[in-house]
């Protein structure tokens, strides 16, 4: 069984930042990208940042690209988010996952809960 547990979402006002984890545990699984995506209510889920987990190269949305940071932990199974510049259309329900191909949503096979980022103006 395979588990991504993120945490660090909340709210934020505008301007603001917020950092997300996702911690992976379980068996052995296919990780050549771990990425982050994101919901907001009535849209569908879309790609905002993936990290290649040889070695850290990283992906990013158009619009997330010098606002967010992703990094990763090899040691603590760990991804991470580092959101800066929050704007409220960045409000969105954010899910971690594990997948093959880094900007493909279907190429992931293991997603997490999601966490609720809500950024006020």
């Given at each position: ?7 660090g979402?909340?709210l ?12 992976a ?6 990780r ?7 919901q ?34 090899s ?15 960045d ?31």
């Amino acid at each position: 069984q395979v588990q991504l547990v993120e945490s660090g979402g909340g709210l934020v006002q505008a301007g603001g930042s917020l950092r997300l984890s996702c911690a992976a545990s379980g068996r052995t699984f296919n990780r050549e990208h771990m990425g982050w995506f994101r919901q907001a209510p009535g849209k569908e889920r879309e790609f905002v940042a993936a990290i290649r987990w040889s070695d850290g190269s990283p992906y990013y949305s158009d619009s997330v690209k010098g606002r967010f940071t992703i990094s990763r932990d090899s040691a603590k199974n760990t991804v991470y988010l580092q959101m800066n510049s929050l704007k409220p259309e960045d409000t969105a329900v954010y899910y971690c996952a594990a997948g093959r191909i880094a900007t493909v949503t279907t190429s992931y096979d293991y997603w997490g809960q999601g966490t609720q980022v809500t950024v006020s103006s």
